[in-house]
């Protein structure tokens, strides 16, 4: 577990078979799946197996974050071509309360002060105006449009570069 402000992230793999289970209900709610590129529901079977690879993985991250003991959200890191993806999604009964900009900004820092990276880098639907609004009020940088296959479709996203705000967000940070 890791602590930055009132923010608390949890590895997958460290999680109780209740909270796995709880990140699987709020991955499969429809007003989650609709911004991720695989939209299918996922089976238990293949998010607890999921959950179990990540033990291994060099690559890939994944977090529950709770708010003050709550569980608020999910957050992912991913390092591909390079460089280091993040997204993240919230427990569908708080979208558009306001939590995916504390999310967000308690996730950077966790990122830059207790994982040290340097860089980091979102890639986000076009569709999904409320989280480009908080990339845009951040101020992040927008870096390209780019299409990606996957699965025989077509996606395309926006690129940002996270990375100018490090120094900021470092500031003052209680860990």
């Keep these: 577990?890791?602590?930055?402000?009132?923010?608390?992230?949890?590895?997958?793999?460290?999680?109780?078979?209740?909270?796995?289970?709880?990140?699987?209900?709020?991955?499969?709610?429809?007003?989650?799946?609709?911004?991720?590129?695989?939209?299918?529901?996922?089976?238990k079977e293949d998010h607890l197996n999921f959950v179990e690879q990540l033990k291994k993985s060099e690559t890939k991250k994944y977090f529950l974050v709770n708010y003050k003991n709550n569980s608020v959200g999910s957050v992912y890191l991913d390092y591909k071509n390079g460089k280091h993806f993040w997204g993240y999604f919230l427990?569908?009964?708080?979208?558009?309360?306001?939590?995916?900009?504390?999310?967000?900004?308690?996730?950077?820092?966790?990122?830059?002060?207790?994982?040290?990276?340097?860089?980091?880098?979102?890639?986000?639907?076009?569709?999904?105006?409320?989280?480009?609004?908080?990339?845009?009020?951040?101020g992040f940088k927008k870096i390209n449009e780019t299409t990606y296959m996957i699965k025989r479709n077509e996606y395309k996203f926006i690129s940002f570069d996270l990375t100018m705000l490090k120094k900021e967000l470092i500031k003052g940070i209680k860990v």
């Design 1 to 43: 577990m890791f602590n930055v402000e009132s923010f608390d992230f949890f590895n997958y793999y460290e999680l109780s078979e209740k909270d796995k289970l709880k990140v699987l209900s709020w991955r499969n709610n429809e007003n989650v799946r609709k911004w991720m590129t695989n939209k299918a529901e996922i089976k």
């Design 91 to 138: 427990d569908p009964s708080i979208i558009n309360s306001g939590m995916g900009f504390f999310l967000e900004f308690a996730a950077l820092k966790f990122f830059f002060s207790i994982l040290k990276l340097d860089e980091v880098y979102a890639e986000i639907l076009p569709e999904n105006v409320n989280t480009l609004k908080v990339q845009n009020f951040f």
